[in-house]
């Protein structure tokens, strides 16, 4: 036999995922394979008329305290341990009665299910597995002699192997298996050591660690020479990772990366009152409130119809067959809602390109979470940004006070502020964006960009002035000078909204009334780099 080639003699199956167990398990017994399995998966084995050794017969010891130990014994990691062809080892496992371990099969109690679905702390605890990923690292870890599954997807690879190889595993296969399972209980583990994070309110534990399993392989990251992937995460968020794709070609990573901007943008609006936004390049490119899903879309297209043009749809309530034809007027990548009318779906089946994605649900705006992002030698983490502006002290700082039509719309434009790249400046009028100003190194240049951009809708739109005459302005952070301010002033807005807190705040507020603009503060500041 080849020096790489490793024949399977023996195999432990011990899986809390019993999918395609007793297929595989009847054709590993077809190869002669001796099963050993524990608990439930023996017994799903001998109820199939499989012949299955109890690890407890192996061991000598029963399974007790509830199942905590069972297979934590040298029999069974002496045997996935043991090099085969060392005569120390083989010594040892023929002294003390150790039989070899040729393939292990473990996928780990459910942990990550478990935390998604309740926040019973001892139950949490109890789906904490301890013996499968000791086994599996075991395995991994002489993978030069042992195979491991923590995959049900992989049963077939194994067969694939025995049939080709007389009954063998090869080398490749092995490490490739080997490097699966390592990444399996990093995943595992990081899913863990989080939710205790969590559990212990410690925001910036010492050692911080992250796992994912792989949804899809992308074609290519943000361009074509970048490799990428998309991985879920144990958070249960709806969004793009959660979502079904009823239609369409593969999503990009730009797609994935736009839709979620758009859709947790949508989320800041209680699906009482309905609500759409229109992203391009990860910034809002108009957004807007409807008494129906199409009044809201029409009046955020109208914001900037231009860079609409091949961008992100996020609705916040079921898509009706009203706002699906509307959308679908203009050449669209993708369409995100929590649900769909069998009738939209049937609207945007005939654009065969245009992706629709059903998220199940909406996020919450206010639920913690945790940011990532890499740099160089290391990565930044931090929670999400989980305050909305309903929940802030409005503190009013000019001498004219905001009718209560402008503080609609402050409130309106600074929910989408917080999801405008900075520096952000955003224009509303009557629950829609008129103008978006975003990530620009100046804020001046952000309120110019926001104006012009207002002046060309109205252009669009054939209006006799700019959208902006009459808005109200929202800035992500303050003004550090009056000239933002006076730029806005300028455009036609009527009224401010503003975190506070530059040094310059005096003159800000004079600047503001001196021209007559109502000003409010909110003490938050909304930076989205």
């Not at 309905?274 to 809002?284: Q, R």
């Not at 309530?317 to 069998?342: C, N």
Request: hydrophobic share 45%; proline share 4%.
């Amino acid at each position: 036999m080849p020096h790489h080639l490793r024949r399977v003699t023996r195999a432990l199956l011990s899986v809390s995922d019993k999918t395609g167990l007793l297929d595989f398990a009847k054709a590993l017994h077809g190869y002669g394979i001796e099963l050993l399995s524990t608990g439930g998966t023996a017994k799903a084995l001998a109820a199939a008329g499989l012949p299955v050794r109890d690890v407890s017969d192996l061991t000598g010891f029963p399974e007790m305290m509830d199942g905590r130990v069972k297979t934590l014994h040298p029999k069974v990691h002496g045997g996935l341990l043991a090099i085969r062809g060392n005569p120390e080892h083989e010594a040892a496992m023929l002294a003390h009665g150790i039989g070899p371990i040729d393939l292990l099969v473990v996928n780990l109690y459910p942990f990550e299910e478990t935390i998604a679905k309740t926040d019973d702390y001892a139950t949490s605890i109890e789906n904490i597995d301890v013996g499968g990923p000791a086994m599996i690292r075991g395995a991994a870890k002489n993978h030069a002699d042992v195979a491991v599954i923590v995959d049900t997807g992989d049963y077939g690879l194994i067969l694939d192997e025995l049939q080709s190889n007389q009954g063998s595993t090869t080398l490749k296969a092995r490490r490739f298996l080997a490097a699966k399972a390592f990444s399996r209980t990093a995943s595992y583990d990081s899913a863990i050591a989080n939710w205790f994070a969590t559990q212990e309110g410690e925001a910036t534990p010492d050692w911080r660690t992250l796992g994912g399993h792989r949804i899809e392989v992308l074609r290519y990251g943000e361009n074509p020479h970048q490799s990428a992937a998309f991985y879920r995460t144990p958070e249960q968020r709806p969004g793009v990772a959660t979502a079904r794709q009823l239609q369409g070609k593969q999503l990009s990573f730009n797609n994935i990366n736009d839709t979620d901007a758009a859709f947790e943008c949508v989320a800041e609006f209680d699906p009482s009152i309905a609500a759409a936004v229109i992203v391009k390049h990860a910034n809002p490119a108009g957004a807007a409130i409807g008494s129906t899903l199409a009044e809201a879309y029409r009046h955020a297209l109208r914001c900037d119809p231009v860079s609409a043009f091949g961008g992100i749809v996020a609705v916040n309530r079921r898509l009706d067959a009203e706002a699906a034809r509307a959308i679908v007027e203009i050449f669209t990548e993708v369409i995100v809602a929590p649900e769909a009318d069998d009738e939209a779906i049937a609207i945007v089946a005939a654009k065969k390109n245009l992706r629709l994605l059903l998220t199940g649900g909406m996020p919450d705006p206010r639920r913690a979470g945790l940011l990532v992002r890499s740099v160089a030698g290391g990565f930044l983490a931090q929670a999400r940004d989980n305050v909305v502006v309903d929940d802030m002290t409005l503190r009013v700082v000019t001498k004219r006070a905001p009718t209560a039509a402008e503080f609609s719309d402050l409130r309106f434009a600074f929910r989408i502020a917080k999801h405008v790249k900075s520096n952000a400046i955003v224009y509303a009028k009557d629950g829609a964006t008129v103008g978006i100003g975003a990530g620009q190194m100046s804020r001046i240049d952000s309120a110019r960009i926001a104006a012009w951009k207002a002046a060309d809708a109205a252009k669009l739109a054939h209006e006799p002035e700019s959208l902006a005459i009459g808005s109200v302005v929202a800035s992500d952070a303050f003004f550090p000078f009056a000239d933002g301010l006076l730029a806005a002033a300028e455009a036609g807005a009527t009224a401010v909204i503003q975190p506070g807190g530059s040094m310059r705040d005096d003159e800000v507020i004079a600047a503001a009334d001196a021209h007559g603009l109502a000003m409010v503060f909110t003490d938050t500041r909304h930076f989205r780099h």
